[in-house]
């Protein structure tokens, strides 16, 4: 499944930059999120509740960064543990790009899941992932400080 999206942010690519690796702002932008934290340099632990309509199990996952070129890009990779739900795990690359004094914010993602998760249906799984994305992009802004303006799917390479 893939996911994405564009998105101006009325702040400037470093504040956008430092906002993205700072674990107070996402946890009051991620949906659901119980916790997050770094456990190393480029890793982030998490346990966050899903809703998938009829359940809502909590995932625990590990975040992984790679490809980091700061203030402009990074892959964030990672796994979730569901428990009896099976597990879900993808990948998304952030770019950051300068639009005046605001930030373009690109985001694509790809990502599946096992076991009951899936059993539920693709379609359902779709839509509640691509429900967390918009709600932490909606959240996001807020957290930060600045206001976020959806511009539509990500551009073709």
Same mark, same amino acid.
């Given at each position: 499944?893939?996911? &994405? $999206? *564009?998105?101006?942010?009325? =702040? #400037?690519?470093?504040?956008?930059?430092?906002?993205?690796?700072?674990?107070?702002?996402?946890?009051? =932008? %991620?949906?659901?999120?119980? *916790?997050?934290?770094?456990?190393?340099?480029?890793?982030?632990?998490?346990?966050? @509740?899903?809703?998938?309509?009829?359940?809502?199990?909590?995932?625990?996952?590990?975040?992984?960064?790679?490809?980091? !070129?700061? =203030?402009? *890009?990074? #892959?964030?990779?990672? *796994?979730?543990? $569901?428990?009896?739900?099976? @597990?879900?795990?993808?990948?998304?690359?952030?770019?950051?790009?300068?639009? $005046?004094?605001? #930030?373009?914010?690109?985001?694509?993602?790809?990502? &599946?899941?096992? &076991?009951?998760?899936?059993?539920?249906? @693709?379609?359902?799984?779709? @839509?509640? =992932?691509?429900?967390? %994305?918009? /709600?932490?992009?909606?959240?996001?802004?807020?957290?930060? $400080?600045?206001? !976020?303006?959806?511009? /539509?799917?990500?551009?073709?390479?």
């Amino acid at each position: 499944m893939e996911f &994405g $999206g *564009r998105y101006r942010v009325s =702040a #400037t690519r470093m504040k956008v930059w430092a906002a993205l690796n700072d674990t107070s702002v996402l946890k009051n =932008a %991620i949906p659901g999120c119980h *916790r997050i934290e770094w456990a190393d340099q480029d890793q982030l632990d998490l346990e966050i @509740k899903v809703n998938l309509g009829v359940v809502q199990p909590v995932f625990a996952g590990d975040l992984w960064l790679s490809g980091i !070129v700061p =203030a402009e *890009r990074y #892959t964030l990779s990672g *796994r979730g543990r $569901g428990g009896l739900f099976g @597990k879900a795990e993808g990948s998304a690359d952030i770019v950051l790009e300068d639009i $005046g004094e605001d #930030t373009l914010l690109m985001f694509t993602a790809n990502g &599946g899941a096992s &076991g009951q998760v899936m059993k539920l249906g @693709k379609a359902i799984v779709g @839509k509640s =992932a691509q429900k967390v %994305i918009d /709600g932490f992009f909606e959240h996001f802004g807020d957290a930060m $400080g600045a206001n !976020v303006e959806p511009l /539509g799917p990500p551009r073709d390479p």
